[in-house]
């Protein structure tokens, strides 16, 4: 089914003309009383007085009655929405359409994980090959309680005899870890003595696994966490204690070496453990600069690094002598394209590059020669996972499969998601499954310059026929933090309805990304976080100066930092956009000191205890720069009850202050999904998620009868 399918009658005949639409008058909403209680608040220098702090408290009486008659006002809203209806059963017609993972190969085994199409939650299957039925030996959908579970995590041994299983309940970040046999079934162990247990990697022989947790020894100690063996036969001391929150093991390719990569947004790979070896860690590339990631081919570390290269060039580093640069050896040099990530298998390395956004693989042979490219089913994105955000400093963007082959998940934004290999000797791909749905799209590909003159990418997409020389209704989306890309492939099931309906996406390269490499992330960062937000309105500015939209028909949105975006360039500019949904949002970015978990984001935002970060903060944390006497954006903001990373107080105050500081009559609505934390859970959740957000736009922007 493709996307002429008619949505609405009459809606989608044609090149549907939306400039002649009526926008929705707005109706002044009565909101839940909420008090003003002034309390004087101070970070660093910067000193004012915060009337909703009070609704900081999660479970004080008066805060969860207050959250709860806004989210029943913002439910009977949304359901009342006359697109409401029709894009519930749309979106259950178009199904599922990301949920492809690469699955997991060991010991001859294929372990897919993924979400059947009469159950809600995910299963984990067991099979000979990667196309194969499979026999299920993790199933959320039996083990479910009075809250939905997420499959955290799994992780089969090398030799594909037991596996790691980790789970959550309702949206908390608090896994529950089992390892299991694999034939009979058996819990081997049940729970570890650590809390949030996280980023497994299995010791070579299968004999124990390393993970990182918080350690009650060391938990008073902000940014330390422990990295632990469950190894019987192994002495504790090969446990370390580590100088940064965010810690990934790595087994090679050789499966021999483990190597330690530090910091998620710009790795570093300070130690290296030789498991034949009894050295025990030893430095790596401890103190040099630049940042890195890569595989064992031979006798050599294949890294990509930053130094020298802002976009990345591929280097040799022996073994023998990490630390003598001079016995380094260029494979690949800096170019335009970005260097994403490289994997070694059967004596050759695939390399991911990045070329004006879009994925390209090529092949490299152990003396260091580049053989050829490997080619792709069109324009698009490469990732072992469904979802267009490609995190190569955290989650393998490809995996191994048998000797010599590679599997990786290829869409763009006329087709789902699907599963290929791909044999480096050859270099031919063969499709393992078809895109589960597809659409008959146009897509420009446009660029714009922000306010220093940086040039800034974007994509749009639109159902074939619709015109885009008239304002239609369009969203903005993306993200623009942490080195997080945010690729040209699909763009899921909400926006495939959207896109159908007559609606525009904008997919936005914000700075503070990793689309552009390093400098790009640095430059939408810390003290220069507002670039991302600049970036954002130059967009909006294009977009409005070539016709495809208008301010009355703009529409953002972005999910916890795309969350930030959204709040913040709505606060920004209301002038520019007719409604925002910031989607599991950070808005008071000073006051999340108060949540130790949050202050991760410390990496991307700075630290409000520096004096001067603080200032920096205070200048665009969209919570404080709201302002009394205007008229803001339609507002949905959409939190989870659960939510350890982005908690929903953020999304409390906000709505507080901006309900109480517009003059306009745009409805601002907060939404708290109860049993839900940093995103949806099952198939039923998501479905409800995106058809209150996509009614909202449609009634908004315009895109309705």
């Known amino acids: 089914m493709g996307a002429r399918t008619r949505w609405r009658r009459g809606l989608n005949e044609g090149t549907t003309n939306m400039t002649d639409t009526v926008l929705p008058p707005a109706v002044r ?51 009342a929405l006359p697109a409401f209806g029709t894009f519930v059963e749309r979106l259950q017609a178009i199904g599922e359409t990301d949920d492809v993972t690469v699955p997991m190969f060991a010991g001859g085994r294929w372990f897919r994980r993924h979400v059947p199409e009469d159950r809600d939650l995910a299963v984990v299957e067991v099979s000979a090959g990667p196309g194969e039925p499979g026999r299920r030996i993790v199933d959320l959908n039996a083990m479910r309680t009075d809250e939905p579970l997420h499959l955290a995590g799994f992780h089969p041994s090398p030799d594909g005899r037991k596996a790691i299983f980790a789970w959550t309940a309702g949206g908390r970040e608090e896994p529950d870890v089992r390892v299991i046999d694999i034939d009979t079934g058996a819990t081997l162990v049940d729970g570890l003595p650590h809390r949030k247990p996280q980023n497994f990697a299995w010791l070579p022989d299968g004999s124990g696994f390393l993970y990182l947790a918080l350690d009650a020894a060391i938990a008073g100690e902000p940014g330390l ?36 990569a530090l910091d998620h947004l710009a790795p570093r790979l300070d130690y290296i453990l030789d498991t034949q070896g009894d050295a025990g860690w030893q430095p790596f590339l401890k103190g040099i600069p630049g940042i890195f990631r890569g595989d064992i081919l031979g006798d050599n570390f294949l890294a990509i690094t930053d130094d020298g290269a802002p976009r990345g060039r591929l280097v040799a580093i022996p073994l023998a002598t990490p630390a003598d640069r001079e016995t ?31 994925s390209r693989l090529r092949v490299i042979d152990k003396e260091g020669e580049i053989e050829g490219e490997i080619a792709l089913p069109g324009r698009g ?38 599963l290929y ?43 074939s026929d619709l015109d885009l020389s008239k304002p239609q209704p369009t969203v903005i989306t993306g993200y623009g933090g942490f080195n997080v890309t945010v690729a040209p492939g699909w763009l899921g099931t909400q926006w495939a309805a959207w896109i159908e309906a007559g609606g525009v996406v904008a997919l936005a390269h914000l700075r503070g990304g990793g689309e552009h490499g390093t400098p790009w992330f640095e430059q939408g960062r810390m003290k220069l976080k507002q670039n991302s937000f600049n970036d954002v309105h130059a967009i909006a500015g294009d977009l409005i100066a070539r016709g495809i939209t208008a301010p009355a028909r703009l529409g953002v949105t972005g999910g916890s930092n795309g969350g930030v975006m959204a709040s913040a360039v709505a606060v920004q500019r209301p002038d520019l956009y007719r409604a ?42 969209p919570y404080q720069n709201v302002r009394d006497g205007l008229s803001y954006p339609a507002l949905l903001i959409d939190c989870g009850a659960n939510d350890p990373r982005c908690p929903p107080w953020h999304g409390r105050k906000f709505a507080a202050r901006v309900q109480q500081a517009s003059i306009g009559d745009l409805p601002i609505l907060l939404r708290v999904r109860a049993d839900a934390g940093h995103g949806s859970v099952g198939k039923a959740q998501k ?3 995106s058809a209150d957000n996509l009614a909202f736009f449609a009634h908004q922007l315009g895109l309705e009868e």
């Open 580 to 621: 925002s949904i910031p989607v599991v949002p950070i808005t008071d970015v000073l006051a999340r000191v108060r949540d130790p978990v949050t202050m991760v984001s410390s990496l991307d935002y700075g630290d409000p205890a520096d004096p001067e970060m603080a200032e920096a903060i205070h200048r665009w944390s």
């Open 328 to 358: 380094w050896q260029e494979i690949v040099p800096a170019s335009d394209n970005v260097l994403a990530f490289v994997l070694v298998t059967g004596g050759r390395a695939v390399l991911l590059e990045w070329v004006d956004t879009y």
């Open 421 to 463: 290999s791909a044999n480096l000797a050859t270099r031919e791909t063969k499709k393992l499954g078809e895109p589960k749905y597809r659409l008959d799209v146009q897509v420009r590909d446009l660029d714009c310059r922000s306010a220093d003159g940086a040039r800034v990418l974007y994509h749009v997409v639109a159902r």
């Open 687 to 689: 479905v409800r998620v």
């Open 29 to 79: 909403i009565a909101y839940p009383d909420t008090a003003s209680r002034p309390e004087s608040v101070a970070f660093g220098a910067v000193r004012y007085d915060d009337p909703f702090r009070w609704l900081e408290e999660d479970t004080d009486p008066g805060v969860v009655e207050w959250q709860r008659a806004q989210d029943d006002l913002a439910q009977a809203h949304l359901a």
């Open 225 to 260: 966490r422990r990295l632990l063996l469950d190894a019987p036969s192994q002495a504790p001391a090969e446990d370390v204690v580590l100088d940064h929150p965010v810690v990934r093991p790595i087994l090679c390719a050789d499966r021999r070496h483990i190597v330690l």
């Open 381 to 418: 994105m490469v990732n072992s996972f469904g979802a267009n955000m490609v995190l190569p400093t955290m989650l393998d963007p490809i995996a191994r499969a048998a000797e010599g082959e590679i599997l990786f998940v290829f869409s763009a934004f006329d087709r789902a998601p699907a």
